[in-house]
């Protein structure tokens, strides 16, 4: 008797999104229109140049800068995903998004003109001065969209929708967007300031909340459509893009004086993106613990901790993008390697408990090794008695394998990497720890 998969029977269930229409959602669009051109920020511009301070301008202007790029960004990769939405009412839905995402560029354009001073008031001037702005994490998540865009355009399949989805909607929107807007919405509340824009970004949250409801009940029925390859397409696209969120509300030097003279904090604006993600993907049907592949979090953290621990290993440049060596004080080794442990693959497919060495070639950082037994796995400093596998490499190397800026059969080809030890548990090595 056939015992159907957990994903499979998930995508039987009835969901919070069954609740929820198309064409509902196509009517909220209506009653909720506004027009970004009507908006007078006489009384903003005022309340810039004399109730800001020259830092808080400085700040602003950074986290501006983000969404400004963003909004245009996006209006620039729907058409694809309108293509190939199966239904007509999907196809509509999203052609009104469009127009909402092109709005929105536009606003942030005439506020960033008007008020800030930025551009000449032509788009391309205004996106062209504040690129420098655009953070490594930014970057990264946006240029994937930008290629995923263009796969979309080649393969309009469910899971290629899916996985198109799951980077604008869940973790674009969702994750990144939503709570910088209510960060921002906040604090201007409190402030009582700027008025026109603040209305502006309420209206922008609202129009993000329509979105995101679209493209979680858009995921939903793409999984109950295919419940085998749109949650292997979800999982895929999570990976790729995850370990860059930590850089996307990355400040300048990672000075957080620029989010906490706003009343917020790094973390408090991670978490609410953590939690906001992760709500969603179970509103689809789709909880990350259900998903194929290695956990996609750490195990066994809060959202807080998970936010701290992302900070703090993208600063050390060890996840995300890297810039300059990375760090290697035991406090960040000691890290690194418990993130690891909590992370390996539990179909890693060993049959009996096996120990992997790393090995390093720098004399300034310390031998570590794993041992995966069943459903845990410990790590420690030190040598472990009799190890399956040694692993002799640079520690910059491994840390360039795990942030994925380093391919470890390219490693293995040109010498930097040179295992030692029990074949089956090199073989077995990729299933612990596979790539995205």
Known sequence: MAIASPTAAMADATLPTDAITYADLYARWERGNWRATELDFTEDARQWREEFSEFERQAALWNYCLFFWGEDAVADNLSPYIDAAPLEEQKYFLATQQVDEARHAVFFKRFMQEVCGVGDGSMSSGLSTIKPQLTPGFRKIFDRLDGMADELRGDRSRAKLAAAVTLYHVVIEAALAQPGQHFICSYLEERDQLPAFREGMENIAADEQRHIGFGVKLLSDLHREDPVDVPKAVAQTLREVTRFTSQVLMPPGWDERYITVFNATFDSVGVEGLTSMTTKLR??????????????????????????????????????????????????????????????????????????????????????????????????????????????????????????????????????????????????????FPRA
């Open 283 to 432: 509103s689809a049907g789709l909880p990350l613990e259900s998903l194929p592949g290695p956990p996609l979090l750490p195990l066994g953290l809060s959202p807080l901790e998970v936010s701290q621990r992302g900070r703090a290993l993208a600063k050390a440049g060890v996840i995300g993008v890297r810039e300059g060596p990375s760090a290697r004080d035991p406090e960040t080794v000691a890290l690194l390697f418990d993130t690891i442990r909590r992370q390996v693959n539990p179909n890693h497919g060993l049959r009996r408990p096996t120990t992997f060495q790393w090995e390093f070639t720098d004399p300034d950082v310390a031998t570590w090794h794993l041992t995966v037994e069943n459903g845990s796995s410990a790590v420690a400093e030190g040598a472990a008695a009799r190890p399956d596998l040694r692993l002799r490499l640079s520690y910059q190397d491994w840390v360039d394998i795990v942030g994925e800026r380093l391919n470890p059969l390219r490693a293995v080809a040109t010498g930097r990497l040179r295992p030692r030890g029990n074949p089956l548990a090199l073989a077995r090595l990729g299933k612990v």
